[in-house]
């Protein structure tokens, strides 16, 4: 069984940065194929893909947020791991995170995790 | 990369069938048959309903449909049941090697 989950603060203040982190089971992200990224959802807002990793490093990001965010992983720990610098409260919402198919979609998703940007 | 544009809502009654679109450019929903739909309870995390325009994973009823024409997907549910009622979502994969979400949809079971 493949599960996620998403563990980092719930509160962060405006310009501080925002280190999250995915740990997941059932699955190897050094396995030939495998993915898994970052998606959120602001309140009452649609969902926002923001970055990817691969099994072999190789890492996407959202054009918008590209200069801000930073995405790695541990494969001996089973995490992902999803930076995000001078947080503002615009950035409030929850943060998903999801393993990602070849044929790109999202097949298992994590609970979520809602942080909140204010000072 | 400007979301996927989908209805804001979209009602039926109990057994009838609805169909949601999910409209793009060449780029995205039309340069790739990685078209994707999630439903979305609230409070809950979205669940993969659809892949690939139109296949289903194991588990997901057969009520619902995915198609494509053009830079335009489309979701369909068929014998609409109350649990149906939800946020649905729409992605596709880019050309620019990134992904792009749908504006959603509120389905509402009359």
């Known amino acids: 069984q493949v599960t996620l989950k998403e563990s980092g603060p719930a509160l962060v203040k405006p310009t501080q940065t925002l280190t999250l982190t995915c740990t997941f089971s059932?699955?190897?992200?050094?396995?030939?194929?495998?993915?898994a990224g970052w998606i959120r959802q602001p309140p009452g807002k649609a969902l926002e893909w923001l970055a990817r990793?691969?099994?072999?490093?190789?890492?996407f990001y959202s054009t918008s947020l590209k200069t801000r965010l930073t995405i790695s992983k541990d494969t001996s720990k089973n995490q992902v791991v999803l930076t995000m610098t001078n947080m503002d409260p615009v950035d409030t919402a929850t943060y998903y995170c999801?393993?990602?198919?070849?044929?790109?979609?999202?097949?298992?998703w994590g609970q979520g995790t809602m942080v909140t940007v204010s000072s | 990369q400007s979301a996927l544009t989908q209805p804001a809502s979209v009602s039926g009654s109990p057994g009838q069938s609805i169909a949601i679109s999910c409209t793009g450019t060449?780029?995205?929903?039309?340069?790739?048959?990685?078209v994707s739909w999630y439903l979305q309870h609230p409070g809950k995390a979205p669940k993969l309903m659809i892949y690939?325009?139109?296949n289903r994973p194991s588990g997901v009823s057969n009520r619902f449909s995915g198609s494509k024409s053009g830079n335009t997907a489309s979701l369909t549910i068929s014998g609409l049941q109350a649990e149906d009622e939800a946020d649905y979502y729409c992605?596709?994969?880019?050309?620019?090697?990134?992904?792009?979400f749908g504006t959603g949809t509120k389905v509402t079971v009359l």
């Open positions: 999801a393993r990602i198919t070849s044929t790109a979609a999202f097949d298992i």
């Open positions: 059932g699955f190897s992200l050094s396995a030939s194929g495998m993915r």
């Open positions: 990793i691969d099994w072999d490093e190789d890492k």
């Open positions: 060449s780029s995205d929903v039309g340069g790739y048959n990685y």
């Open positions: 690939e325009v139109s």
């Open positions: 992605s596709s994969y880019t050309s620019s090697r990134s992904y792009v």
